[in-house]
């Protein structure tokens, strides 16, 4: 690995080479975390155009954002997947690779030629770790499906929202940043499994089995009582208070979650009585009267600034905070403190939430590579023209 | 381990043990990802009440449908942290596991006098995992927070919903999850990396960190524009069309990202011609025109009821899909193929998207213990009175 691309972190994964062929989303989110934690992550792009996330904005100095920040410490080189030659280097790396990640429609790689069964007699030592909406099996595993279809089909819009309102949309991608985090852990556990038994082996990531399992209370409440769980604005199904509330200008979170917490709220707002009254005496009886409780908790609320209630529900001990947009996230003092925003190539972009100590977690990370950067260096190296 | 809970599933962490000091959900789910995976993950709860979520509805048959979800195929323990006898036992599991999770607010184990280098010393391959709601580190440590307030502080409220309309929570607790599979994926990465340094470390993921990563795209345009991104409704911030869409009855979705699928959906819905229209000609124009784009689709597809347009527009190649309400999403026949609803003790819950070829995915997995039920075994097992 001596050639490899200078100025990577070091990290647990550090030493391992990873053969990229994913595109867009949740394949190269799942390598950007190898390459975070100091794996070698080679991305091999169709020649001329590379991944379509290329294209994507917002756009800054001409490069795409998008890209940079989902690609950030990857090596690229182009490769046709169906010229002879190309296949020679392809095959070259693959042979010394410890994984290789996909996320094209199930049965692509396959009519590729680079089926799992040919490229584990090729390498049997290496993790082929395969991202795709539906998966490998199943009755719609050959059908397209972007980040919306999967958040529609797996119920997750039909539980964001408000009551009498549309289902929505998550206001991120969900579905492929989910699969790509479970196609890291997946990958991650494979390799540690091969440890032991020396083999490699086939992962069979979903977007939807990811998104599926992040509809939790959704899926108890149905399986428990047979309802269809609706839509609850901002409230948990479970716990009150804990919800959004206005106050005299911005709205704010409260999350008193138990009877200590609720009655610490009471006292810091001024109305202590509401603690003691019946309706009020648990969870199970807050959850019932949640509405007479919002409004008993915002008739104090709305009488003063957000920031005097922050200030005073978090000096009461109870969990609280602003509703912050982008820029308040990530100017965050805390954000910062931890490195969660970091530099690429001049961009500030999302750090690292990975901590483990005794590994680098660097406030400045290497470039996204251009399309095809690391071609003639990466031909020399496994020995292609 | 002989003694340990019978009919565990095999997986690549079989052999594994793990001290669970955590509660309710951030932690236990990180935990249970072990479990279906087959590392053995001993519960350890405060005596007489246990984990808190043993208390959430719903409930069935008198269990917590919430509990059982998060904590299947676990043994259980109660040990009094403060007690001497129970700390024998704690510690005397503490020198033979691999793994430690905890969920405290950052300080509470040094106080409990189980800080990191004390069981470091004890056991030195030890992989001590803490998951908190901002970290170990930063001027907001030490706060409590739950899955709302890291929700409003990270900005994903401010970019879910409707424009105009209030910020959104995620229908499910998106900071949690996130942060216990983020939490999973770190111990998997510091067990591989202990298989060359001999050595255990100290990981500490934040539910704000993990919630940061997936606000890519608002963190995205802020990052290139400076300017604070807001709520955009279904729609796609980039990629048009990519939306909800109303019918004669149920609104779908459709994701018609690329010119190709978009002439594909033009013909499929019998208009063609907008696809040759200038201002709908390239996804950057249908971005800066997509209110104009969904009217002129919306004309068409509101003809029709839903399950006519999903069956021509997928036939044309185009990914679309319905909204789903939980239970379609539970009873599809995609996620029952692939073992996604699975019973445990007689309830059905969602499975284990880790696919990993060469490992059970059992569609029947072990229950979730009562508190204590394994108590006395593992008291004679750890060498306890």
Known sequence: MATDKPGRTTGPFSGLLIVDLSHVLCGPFCTRLFADLGARVVKVERPKSGDDARAFGPFLNGRS????????????????????????????????????VENFRPGTMERLGLGYPKLAEMNPRLIYGSISGFGQTGPLSKERAY???????????SVTGYPGGPPTRVGTSVADLTSGLYGFAAIASALYARESTGKGTKIDVAMLDSMMTFVEHGVMEYSATGEIPGRLGNRHPLITPFDTFRTGDEPIVVCAGDDELFARLCGAIGRPELADERRFASNAERTANHAALKQALEAALTTKPSQHWLDTIARAGVPCGPINTVDKAVEHPQTNARNMMIVSDGIRMTGNPVKIDGYDDPAERPAAPGLDADGIRIRREFGGR
Not at 66 to 78: C, D, L, M, T, V
Not at 147 to 157: F, N, P, W
């Open 65 to 100: 954002v998008y890209f940079s920040f989902i690609n950030r410490g990857k090596e690229s080189i182009a490769l046709d997947l169906r010229d002879d030659d190309d296949r020679k280097v392809l095959f070259a790396m693959i042979r010394r690779a410890d994984v290789l």
């Open 147 to 157: 980040d919306t279809v999967i958040q529609g089909i797996s119920g997750i819009m």
